[in-house]
């Protein structure tokens, strides 16, 4: 079955600074790769998937950006974070459309 | 664009007891595909169980089964024999069949008790 390694853990970043939170997946290949936000109160809102290399698609206006060099790799980043991008990210994987997702082990991200 | 409600945020139940957690949805399609999530404290999160919306028959898996009213767009969880290791965030979620977007609710958090 799928792995999912995503790293930071804990992020803690002052406000302007850039960001970058990386998600890796073994033991599937060509996966839906998805990253989420999860805050308090709000459930996991979703801000990016990608079906393959290079393909991105935004869920949400916002201040953050997703790539997708290779095909189980995933990137989230900022050039400058806001304060309100504080919060916990998911990032996740799906290998057929009747899914489960799979999901990482997040990434926590605090912004000063 | 679909949405998930769970209105309850948080839920207790003694230890052995059965509780339910409610989940409703909102969409214009007909196929789609319906699951519930668990997130322990501090701990990955986990498909609990998963129901397509074709099918009539409630799916059940162990303990855990669910109550799915396609006319009513409501999907809740009944989870029987509650065990302190249900102790988690449970989060009720969407997808459009063939589709590749899940959607979440915002989550009920259950406390077993002792």
């Known amino acids: 079955s799928q792995t999912i390694h995503q790293w930071p853990a804990t992020l803690v970043q002052p406000v302007g600074s850039p960001l970058s939170l990386e998600c890796t997946v073994e033991?599937?290949?060509?996966?839906?790769l998805y990253w989420y936000r999860q805050a308090a109160g709000r459930g996991l809102q979703l801000l990016f998937y990608s079906v393959g290399i290079g393909q991105i698609s935004s869920e949400v206006p916002q201040n953050l950006s997703a790539s997708r060099p290779q095909d189980r790799q995933f990137i989230l980043s900022s050039k400058k974070l806001l304060l309100s991008d504080s919060g916990f990210y998911l990032c996740?994987?799906?290998?057929?459309?009747?899914?489960?997702?799979?999901f990482g082990e997040g990434s926590r991200l605090t912004v000063l | 664009a679909q949405t998930v409600t769970q209105s309850q945020p948080e839920m207790s139940v003694q230890e052995a007891e059965t509780v339910t957690l409610s989940c409703t949805y909102d969409t214009s399609e007909n196929n789609y595909y319906l699951f519930w999530y668990k997130q322990p404290p501090s701990r990955q999160m986990i498909l609990v169980i998963r129901?397509?919306?074709?099918?009539?028959q409630n799916a059940t898996e162990n303990r855990f089964s669910v109550n799915f009213q396609k006319a009513a767009k409501s999907f809740s969880l009944k989870i029987s024999d509650s065990q302190l290791g249900d102790t988690a965030m449970y989060f009720c979620?969407?997808?459009?069949?063939?589709?590749?977007?899940?959607?979440f609710g915002t989550g009920t958090s259950l406390t077993v008790i002792p």
């Open positions: 996740a994987c799906s290998t057929s459309n009747t899914g489960e997702l799979f």
């Open positions: 033991g599937t290949s060509n996966p839906n």
């Open positions: 979620a969407f997808m459009k069949t063939y589709r590749i977007q899940f959607y």
């Open positions: 129901q397509e919306a074709y099918k009539q």
